[in-house]
Protein backbone atom coordinates (compact mmCIF):
# COMPACT_ATOMS: atom_id res chain seq x y z
CA UNK A 1 0.00 0.00 0.00
CA UNK A 2 2.54 2.13 0.66
CA UNK A 3 4.36 1.83 -2.39
CA UNK A 4 1.58 2.54 -4.38
CA UNK A 5 1.03 5.75 -2.67
CA UNK A 6 4.94 6.99 -2.94
CA UNK A 7 4.44 5.33 -6.87
CA UNK A 8 0.97 7.58 -7.28
CA UNK A 9 3.34 10.47 -5.91
CA UNK A 10 5.90 10.44 -8.57
CA UNK A 11 3.15 9.78 -11.13
CA UNK A 12 1.34 13.53 -10.26
CA UNK A 13 4.71 14.69 -9.62
CA UNK A 14 5.91 13.76 -13.14
CA UNK A 15 1.68 14.45 -15.07
CA UNK A 16 2.40 17.77 -13.86
CA UNK A 17 5.82 18.88 -14.90
CA UNK A 18 4.90 17.64 -18.06
CA UNK A 19 2.02 19.88 -18.80
CA UNK A 20 3.15 22.69 -16.92
CA UNK A 21 6.49 22.49 -19.58
CA UNK A 22 4.08 21.74 -22.53
CA UNK A 23 2.20 25.45 -22.20
CA UNK A 24 2.61 27.20 -25.15
CA UNK A 25 2.77 30.62 -26.07
CA UNK A 26 -0.42 31.89 -27.33
CA UNK A 27 1.06 35.02 -29.04
CA UNK A 28 2.08 34.62 -32.52
CA UNK A 29 5.15 35.59 -33.60
CA UNK A 30 6.36 36.46 -29.79
CA UNK A 31 9.50 37.41 -30.03
CA UNK A 32 8.99 39.41 -33.18
CA UNK A 33 11.52 37.22 -35.27
CA UNK A 34 8.84 36.01 -38.09
CA UNK A 35 9.34 38.88 -40.66
CA UNK A 36 7.34 39.03 -44.16
CA UNK A 37 10.34 41.72 -45.54
CA UNK A 38 13.58 42.70 -43.88
CA UNK A 39 12.72 46.22 -42.20
CA UNK A 40 15.27 48.44 -43.45
CA UNK A 41 12.73 51.04 -43.02
CA UNK A 42 11.44 49.89 -39.62
CA UNK A 43 8.47 49.14 -39.71
CA UNK A 44 6.34 46.95 -37.50
CA UNK A 45 3.88 46.21 -40.71
CA UNK A 46 7.02 44.02 -41.56
CA UNK A 47 6.78 41.61 -38.54
CA UNK A 48 4.39 39.26 -39.41
CA UNK A 49 1.14 38.98 -36.88
CA UNK A 50 1.79 42.55 -35.49
CA UNK A 51 0.31 46.14 -36.51
CA UNK A 52 0.21 49.19 -35.15
CA UNK A 53 -3.31 49.42 -32.79
CA UNK A 54 -3.74 52.59 -34.73
CA UNK A 55 -5.77 52.18 -37.58
CA UNK A 56 -4.19 54.01 -40.93
CA UNK A 57 -1.18 54.58 -39.06
CA UNK A 58 1.13 51.57 -39.81
CA UNK A 59 4.15 53.53 -40.11
CA UNK A 60 4.25 54.29 -36.24
CA UNK A 61 5.90 51.69 -34.77
CA UNK A 62 9.45 50.83 -35.34
CA UNK A 63 10.73 47.17 -35.85
CA UNK A 64 13.84 46.13 -35.95
CA UNK A 65 15.89 42.76 -36.95
CA UNK A 66 19.25 41.81 -36.96
CA UNK A 67 18.92 41.02 -41.12
CA UNK A 68 18.39 45.09 -41.81
CA UNK A 69 21.39 45.94 -39.11
CA UNK A 70 19.21 46.95 -36.47
CA UNK A 71 18.38 50.55 -38.66
CA UNK A 72 18.76 53.19 -36.08
CA UNK A 73 15.63 55.83 -35.38
CA UNK A 74 16.57 59.35 -35.06
CA UNK A 75 19.53 60.04 -36.71
CA UNK A 76 21.92 58.01 -33.90
CA UNK A 77 23.51 55.27 -33.76
CA UNK A 78 23.15 52.83 -30.94
CA UNK A 79 23.47 49.12 -30.70
CA UNK A 80 20.63 46.84 -28.86
CA UNK A 81 20.34 42.99 -28.60
CA UNK A 82 17.38 41.91 -28.81
CA UNK A 83 16.17 40.10 -25.70
CA UNK A 84 15.34 36.97 -27.34
CA UNK A 85 16.45 35.64 -31.28
CA UNK A 86 17.63 38.76 -33.33
CA UNK A 87 14.45 41.40 -33.70
CA UNK A 88 12.07 43.07 -31.57
CA UNK A 89 10.29 46.42 -31.85
CA UNK A 90 10.02 50.14 -30.30
CA UNK A 91 7.18 52.59 -29.64
CA UNK A 92 7.00 55.93 -28.43
CA UNK A 93 5.11 58.29 -26.58
CA UNK A 94 5.12 61.92 -25.32
CA UNK A 95 4.29 63.04 -22.27
CA UNK A 96 2.63 66.05 -21.08
CA UNK A 97 -0.64 67.96 -21.78
CA UNK A 98 -1.95 66.38 -24.93
CA UNK A 99 -3.81 69.59 -26.80
CA UNK A 100 -0.62 71.77 -26.28
CA UNK A 101 2.40 69.56 -26.80
CA UNK A 102 4.60 69.92 -29.56
CA UNK A 103 4.61 66.30 -29.71
CA UNK A 104 1.37 64.11 -29.85
CA UNK A 105 2.77 60.57 -30.63
CA UNK A 106 0.61 57.93 -29.04
CA UNK A 107 2.11 54.38 -30.34
CA UNK A 108 0.80 51.03 -29.76
CA UNK A 109 1.56 47.83 -30.89
CA UNK A 110 -1.43 45.29 -31.56
CA UNK A 111 -0.61 41.44 -31.70
CA UNK A 112 -2.53 38.48 -32.69
CA UNK A 113 -3.34 35.52 -30.29
CA UNK A 114 -3.18 32.09 -32.02
CA UNK A 115 -6.55 31.44 -30.40
CA UNK A 116 -8.81 33.22 -28.51
CA UNK A 117 -8.84 33.33 -24.71
CA UNK A 118 -11.71 31.85 -22.84
CA UNK A 119 -13.92 32.75 -20.51
CA UNK A 120 -12.92 32.20 -16.78
CA UNK A 121 -9.58 30.69 -17.47
CA UNK A 122 -6.00 32.31 -15.86
CA UNK A 123 -3.91 33.19 -18.20
CA UNK A 124 -0.24 34.65 -17.54
CA UNK A 125 1.37 37.89 -19.85
CA UNK A 126 4.90 38.70 -19.97
CA UNK A 127 7.47 40.65 -22.48
CA UNK A 128 10.47 42.50 -21.73
CA UNK A 129 11.29 46.32 -22.35
CA UNK A 130 14.22 48.52 -22.33
CA UNK A 131 14.78 52.11 -23.00
CA UNK A 132 17.56 51.62 -25.87
CA UNK A 133 21.09 51.44 -24.79
CA UNK A 134 22.30 54.33 -26.85
CA UNK A 135 19.65 57.49 -26.97
CA UNK A 136 19.08 60.83 -28.01
CA UNK A 137 20.03 62.86 -24.81
CA UNK A 138 17.76 63.47 -22.72
CA UNK A 139 14.88 61.23 -22.16
CA UNK A 140 12.03 60.45 -19.36
CA UNK A 141 11.44 57.36 -18.34
CA UNK A 142 7.94 55.87 -16.95
CA UNK A 143 5.93 53.07 -15.96
CA UNK A 144 3.26 53.18 -17.52
CA UNK A 145 3.41 49.47 -20.05
CA UNK A 146 -0.53 48.73 -20.58
CA UNK A 147 -2.15 45.88 -22.35
CA UNK A 148 -5.49 46.03 -23.89
CA UNK A 149 -7.18 42.82 -25.13
CA UNK A 150 -10.03 43.25 -27.61
CA UNK A 151 -11.54 40.92 -30.20
CA UNK A 152 -11.26 42.70 -33.51
CA UNK A 153 -7.45 43.94 -35.39
CA UNK A 154 -7.83 47.57 -34.68
CA UNK A 155 -9.31 49.13 -31.47
CA UNK A 156 -9.00 52.63 -32.33
CA UNK A 157 -9.75 54.52 -35.96
CA UNK A 158 -7.11 56.84 -35.83
CA UNK A 159 -4.88 59.35 -33.69
CA UNK A 160 -6.61 62.18 -31.47
CA UNK A 161 -8.42 63.22 -28.63
CA UNK A 162 -11.05 61.15 -29.49
CA UNK A 163 -9.36 58.42 -29.54
CA UNK A 164 -7.96 59.05 -26.08
CA UNK A 165 -11.31 59.38 -24.98
CA UNK A 166 -12.03 55.90 -26.38
CA UNK A 167 -9.17 54.68 -24.55
CA UNK A 168 -10.49 55.88 -21.41
CA UNK A 169 -13.49 54.35 -22.00
CA UNK A 170 -12.27 50.94 -22.61
CA UNK A 171 -9.60 52.05 -19.45
CA UNK A 172 -11.47 48.82 -16.68
CA UNK A 173 -10.19 46.58 -19.66
CA UNK A 174 -6.86 47.53 -19.98
CA UNK A 175 -4.37 45.77 -17.70
CA UNK A 176 -1.31 47.53 -16.18
CA UNK A 177 1.81 45.90 -15.84
CA UNK A 178 2.97 46.14 -12.37
CA UNK A 179 5.91 47.91 -12.30
CA UNK A 180 7.60 49.41 -9.06
CA UNK A 181 9.12 52.48 -10.49
CA UNK A 182 9.98 54.28 -13.90
CA UNK A 183 11.88 52.44 -15.90
CA UNK A 184 15.18 54.46 -16.85
CA UNK A 185 18.16 51.69 -16.77
CA UNK A 186 19.01 52.13 -20.31
CA UNK A 187 20.38 48.51 -22.31
CA UNK A 188 19.03 46.35 -19.86
CA UNK A 189 15.96 44.13 -20.67
CA UNK A 190 13.17 44.19 -18.18
CA UNK A 191 10.57 41.51 -17.57
CA UNK A 192 7.11 42.69 -16.80
CA UNK A 193 4.58 39.89 -16.11
CA UNK A 194 1.17 39.35 -14.51
CA UNK A 195 -1.84 37.41 -14.31
CA UNK A 196 -5.38 38.03 -14.99
CA UNK A 197 -8.57 36.22 -16.11
CA UNK A 198 -10.29 36.16 -19.24
CA UNK A 199 -13.53 37.12 -20.36
CA UNK A 200 -13.55 34.98 -23.55
CA UNK A 201 -13.39 37.84 -25.85
CA UNK A 202 -9.62 38.34 -26.28
CA UNK A 203 -8.16 37.13 -29.83
CA UNK A 204 -5.86 40.67 -29.91
CA UNK A 205 -3.83 42.49 -27.66
CA UNK A 206 -2.41 46.25 -27.86
CA UNK A 207 0.35 47.44 -26.04
CA UNK A 208 1.01 51.06 -25.08
CA UNK A 209 0.28 53.49 -22.29
CA UNK A 210 -3.30 54.27 -22.38
CA UNK A 211 -3.67 56.59 -19.19
CA UNK A 212 -2.74 59.59 -20.91
CA UNK A 213 -6.20 61.53 -19.38
CA UNK A 214 -4.71 61.10 -16.18
CA UNK A 215 -1.17 61.81 -16.01
CA UNK A 216 -1.51 61.25 -12.62
CA UNK A 217 -1.25 57.59 -12.81
CA UNK A 218 1.93 57.57 -14.69
CA UNK A 219 4.98 57.64 -12.82
CA UNK A 220 8.24 59.46 -14.42
CA UNK A 221 11.66 60.17 -14.02
CA UNK A 222 14.23 61.80 -16.30
CA UNK A 223 16.79 59.18 -16.79
CA UNK A 224 20.56 58.89 -15.64
CA UNK A 225 22.48 60.81 -17.81
CA UNK A 226 20.14 63.13 -19.52
CA UNK A 227 21.41 66.36 -20.53
CA UNK A 228 20.28 69.95 -22.06
CA UNK A 229 16.31 69.63 -22.18
CA UNK A 230 14.48 67.12 -20.74
CA UNK A 231 12.57 65.45 -24.15
CA UNK A 232 8.99 65.54 -23.11
CA UNK A 233 8.91 61.68 -24.74
CA UNK A 234 9.57 58.31 -23.67
CA UNK A 235 11.02 55.71 -25.95
CA UNK A 236 11.45 51.77 -25.12
CA UNK A 237 12.38 48.75 -27.33
CA UNK A 238 9.68 45.40 -26.41
CA UNK A 239 10.83 42.10 -27.14
CA UNK A 240 9.94 38.39 -25.90
CA UNK A 241 5.99 38.42 -25.77
CA UNK A 242 4.49 35.33 -24.16
CA UNK A 243 1.05 34.72 -22.73
CA UNK A 244 0.63 31.19 -21.40
CA UNK A 245 -2.62 29.08 -19.76
CA UNK A 246 -1.97 28.98 -15.80
CA UNK A 247 -2.90 25.13 -15.61
CA UNK A 248 -5.73 24.49 -12.95
CA UNK A 249 -4.24 22.97 -9.97
CA UNK A 250 -7.71 21.85 -8.42
CA UNK A 251 -7.59 18.83 -8.77
CA UNK A 252 -10.68 16.73 -7.55
CA UNK A 253 -10.08 14.92 -3.78
CA UNK A 254 -9.06 11.20 -3.62
CA UNK A 255 -12.26 9.55 -3.10
CA UNK A 256 -12.76 8.35 0.73
CA UNK A 257 -12.09 4.57 1.08
CA UNK A 258 -14.95 2.48 1.44
CA UNK A 259 -15.64 0.85 4.96
CA UNK A 260 -16.57 -2.46 5.01
CA UNK A 261 -17.87 -4.35 7.64
CA UNK A 262 -17.14 -7.65 8.98
CA UNK A 263 -20.56 -8.16 10.64
CA UNK A 264 -24.28 -7.21 10.15
CA UNK A 265 -27.53 -8.22 11.50
CA UNK A 266 -30.35 -9.04 9.40
CA UNK A 267 -32.94 -9.57 12.13
CA UNK A 268 -35.42 -6.99 10.88
CA UNK A 269 -35.52 -4.45 14.24
CA UNK A 270 -34.60 -1.67 11.45
CA UNK A 271 -31.13 -1.83 12.78
CA UNK A 272 -28.08 -2.87 11.11
CA UNK A 273 -30.01 -5.07 9.08
CA UNK A 274 -28.38 -4.59 5.85
CA UNK A 275 -24.63 -5.12 5.00
CA UNK A 276 -23.47 -1.45 4.56
CA UNK A 277 -20.09 -0.31 2.94
CA UNK A 278 -19.92 3.35 4.06
CA UNK A 279 -18.12 5.26 0.84
CA UNK A 280 -19.45 2.92 -1.47
CA UNK A 281 -17.87 3.76 -5.46
CA UNK A 282 -20.78 3.28 -7.87
CA UNK A 283 -20.51 0.01 -10.20
CA UNK A 284 -18.85 -2.17 -7.32
CA UNK A 285 -19.40 -5.97 -7.70
CA UNK A 286 -20.44 -7.77 -4.88
CA UNK A 287 -20.08 -11.88 -5.08
CA UNK A 288 -20.79 -13.86 -1.64
CA UNK A 289 -19.76 -17.40 -1.21
CA UNK A 290 -20.81 -20.02 1.94
CA UNK A 291 -18.04 -21.77 3.90
CA UNK A 292 -18.11 -24.24 1.15
CA UNK A 293 -17.41 -21.72 -1.61
CA UNK A 294 -20.62 -21.81 -2.74
CA UNK A 295 -21.61 -18.58 -4.42
CA UNK A 296 -24.68 -17.46 -2.65
CA UNK A 297 -25.02 -14.08 -3.65
CA UNK A 298 -24.05 -11.75 -6.95
CA UNK A 299 -24.55 -8.00 -7.69
CA UNK A 300 -22.41 -6.38 -10.65
CA UNK A 301 -24.10 -2.62 -9.38
CA UNK A 302 -24.08 -3.13 -5.04
CA UNK A 303 -26.07 -0.22 -3.70
CA UNK A 304 -25.61 -1.26 -0.08
CA UNK A 305 -29.26 -3.22 -0.01
CA UNK A 306 -27.74 -7.26 0.84
CA UNK A 307 -29.56 -8.34 3.66
CA UNK A 308 -28.75 -12.21 3.12
CA UNK A 309 -32.61 -12.97 2.39
CA UNK A 310 -32.65 -16.63 2.32
CA UNK A 311 -29.18 -17.51 4.21
CA UNK A 312 -28.76 -18.57 7.97
CA UNK A 313 -27.04 -17.03 10.09
CA UNK A 314 -22.60 -17.81 9.88
CA UNK A 315 -19.39 -16.44 8.61
CA UNK A 316 -19.42 -15.59 4.90
CA UNK A 317 -16.82 -14.44 2.14
CA UNK A 318 -17.33 -11.63 0.38
CA UNK A 319 -14.98 -10.39 -2.48
CA UNK A 320 -15.53 -6.51 -4.13
CA UNK A 321 -14.27 -5.59 -7.16
CA UNK A 322 -14.17 -2.10 -7.27
CA UNK A 323 -13.32 0.19 -10.47
CA UNK A 324 -10.37 2.06 -9.58
CA UNK A 325 -9.84 0.54 -6.25
CA UNK A 326 -8.01 -2.74 -6.09
CA UNK A 327 -10.27 -5.72 -5.13
CA UNK A 328 -11.28 -6.63 -1.82
CA UNK A 329 -11.86 -9.95 -0.21
CA UNK A 330 -12.89 -10.53 3.54
CA UNK A 331 -15.03 -12.70 5.95
CA UNK A 332 -18.44 -11.43 6.69
CA UNK A 333 -20.63 -12.68 9.75
CA UNK A 334 -23.98 -12.56 9.22
CA UNK A 335 -25.84 -12.79 12.98
CA UNK A 336 -29.75 -13.06 13.14
CA UNK A 337 -30.54 -13.47 16.42
CA1 LIG B 1 12.93 38.88 -30.38
Request: negative net charge.
Amino acid sequence: MKKRFIIAIIQIFLLTTVVRGQQENLILNGSLEDYINCPLAPNITEARFWSTGLEGNDDEIEYFHACAGYVPVFGTTWIQSAKAGEAFFGAGNSIGNFDTSAYHEREFATGKLKECLKMGVRYKLSFFVNPPSNQVSAWVGYDCFEVYFHSNPYPLSSQNLGIIRRFNEVAPRVLKMPVDAPIVQRGVWRKLELEFTATGDECYFTVGCFNWLRPENIDTLVGPGATGNVFPAVYYLYDDFVLTEIPDDTTPPPAPEPVVPNVFTPNGDGSNDFWVIKNLPPGTTLAIYNRWGQQVYFTENYTNDWGGEGLPGGTYIAELIFRDLPPKRQAVYLKRE
